[in-house]
């Protein structure tokens, strides 16, 4: 089954700063997504890249995908008190929308 | 900006018990999953729903659990005969349409303790 996977991280930075953090997966997938999960809250989605693409931007976000690798990197610029939160990538398969979600990076951003 | 919906934010319910766990999708939106996420672990796919049909499940998906879209509006998820290990947070979320580079909705997710 695929897998979205990242490696765990707790990431404790200053505001300002860039946060990065990485995601694995295992299987040949359709689209790569990343998830914000606020304490207590549901996930809200920030950013989807195509297996086709290698790099999308969003405003302060940049993520990159390296099919070859299978793996992925999310990129936060200027953190700000606000980005403290957990950050999940999850991946979709061809053909359904199932998501397999990692286990999650927690980004503190330290005011 | 239109929101899913869950309720309620917390459930404990005995074990054997049975337990509906709502949700109220974005109006226009077509496809319908439910999620958990077992304390210190990866959120996991439950199931999909589309035309009023399962159109996927997963192996956690078993004959306990089933799912409903009673009216226009509510999707929910029963849970019929409860156990320890069911105890999650139950996210629901939708998306407009069939196409996978559609992002998902998600609510805020039920507490759901069995004791």
């Known amino acids: 089954s695929q897998q979205g996977e990242e490696d765990p991280q707790a990431l404790s930075i200053q505001e300002g700063e860039n946060a990065t953090m990485n995601c694995s997966y295992k299987t040949s997938i359709n689209n790569l997504q990343w998830y914000r999960q606020n304490s207590g809250r549901g996930l809200v989605h920030l950013i989807l890249i195509r297996s086709n693409e290698r790099e999308k931007h969003s405003g302060r976000l940049r993520v990159t995908l390296d099919t070859s690798k299978k793996s992925s990197s999310l990129l936060i610029t200027a953190s700000r008190a606000a980005d403290t939160a957990s950050y999940f990538c999850a991946t979709a398969p061809y053909g359904n929308n199932r998501l397999a979600f990692g286990k999650g990076n927690q980004v503190v951003v330290i005011p | 900006e239109p929101e899913v919906t869950q309720t309620p934010s917390h459930q404990v319910t005995q074990m054997g018990q049975e337990v509906i766990l709502r949700c109220v999708p974005i109006s226009n939106h077509l496809y319908f999953y439910w999620y958990r996420q077992i304390l210190g672990q990866k959120v996991e796919f439950l199931v999909s729903?589309?035309?009023?049909?399962?159109?996927?499940k997963s192996e956690i998906f078993d004959d306990q659990f089933s799912v409903e879209r009673p009216d226009g509006s509510n999707f929910t998820l029963k849970i019929r005969s409860t156990k320890l290990e069911d105890s999650a947070m139950y996210f629901c979320a939708s998306t407009t349409g069939i196409s996978e580079d559609q992002p998902q909705h998600f609510g805020d997710g039920t507490r759901l303790s069995i004791l």
């Open positions: 729903f589309y035309n009023n049909e399962i159109s996927e």
